[in-house]
């Protein structure tokens, strides 16, 4: 397989966001009258903004009428964005600037496929807005991962085929996505937690142009 464009999910593989998605999700969880622990934040890892929620109210064993919901994912989004607010170039996890320069500098094309509606802000604040030919994020698909639409959508504005495109990924859903949309996947993490990949890495460190021949 000859790469052509590399398709990069964003929390937990350009930035390690959860750390901010868990304060937040906590703080309302704690206004809410129960606790929420790192461990039930595992489980919000690639999952929207709504499906998280649900899962949180799940955890404290509560119920919520669905038009109150919408308010009550406002509320930890602005937590959230007060958090991200403050995040710079210091914050881009280790090795990913570099593998975008060796990217780019052998011409292959880069985008990015997140769940998230924030993922402007987040670019924009690490200074990577400019690496990238192609953003598509929460904002421009309506169906979630392991849907592949966000994949998809990704490759056909890079005008690459599926078979052309590599996605990094560290969620399960977003692998599976990966697949769906028939193309490779890289996985970032440990293998404790993740499956189907092509191949796994545990960050980008020392990472070069061998990683995506195929
Ligand atoms: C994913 C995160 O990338 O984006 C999830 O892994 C998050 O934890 C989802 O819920 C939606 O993000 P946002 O920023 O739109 O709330
Ligand atoms: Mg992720």
């Given at each position: ?20 998605h ?75 600037e570099n ?26 604040n690490l ?17 979630a ?16 085929s599926?078979?052309e ?21 890289i ?7 993740l ?16 990683l995506?021949?195929?």
């Amino acid at each position: 397989m000859n790469c052509k464009g590399c398709i990069f999910d964003l929390d937990g593989v350009i930035v390690d966001t959860a750390k901010y998605h868990y304060l937040a999700w906590k703080r309302l969880a704690s206004e809410m009258g129960f606790d929420f622990t790192e461990k039930d934040n595992e489980r919000l890892k690639g999952v929207s903004r709504m499906r998280s929620l649900d899962i949180l109210l799940e955890v404290g064993g509560k119920t919520v009428p669905e038009d109150k919901k919408e308010a009550l994912a406002a509320k930890k989004n602005n937590w959230y964005v007060e958090y991200i607010s403050k995040m710079d170039k210091s914050e881009i996890l280790p090795g990913v600037e570099n593998f975008f320069k060796t990217l780019k500098a052998n011409n292959i094309k880069i985008a990015l496929g997140s769940a998230s509606k924030n993922s402007m802000l987040i670019l924009n604040n690490l200074g990577l807005t400019d690496y990238f030919d192609a953003i598509i994020d929460g904002n421009k698909v309506s169906k979630a991962k392991p849907d592949p639409e966000v994949f998809t959508l990704a490759a056909k504005e890079m005008n690459l085929s599926p078979s052309e495109c590599v996605v990094f990924e560290d969620a399960q859903a977003g692998i599976e996505a990966a697949k769906a949309g028939n193309m490779k996947v890289i996985a970032v993490g440990s293998e404790e937690n993740l499956k189907d990949f092509d191949k796994i890495i545990p960050g980008f460190e020392g990472v070069g142009l061998d990683l995506i021949s195929f």
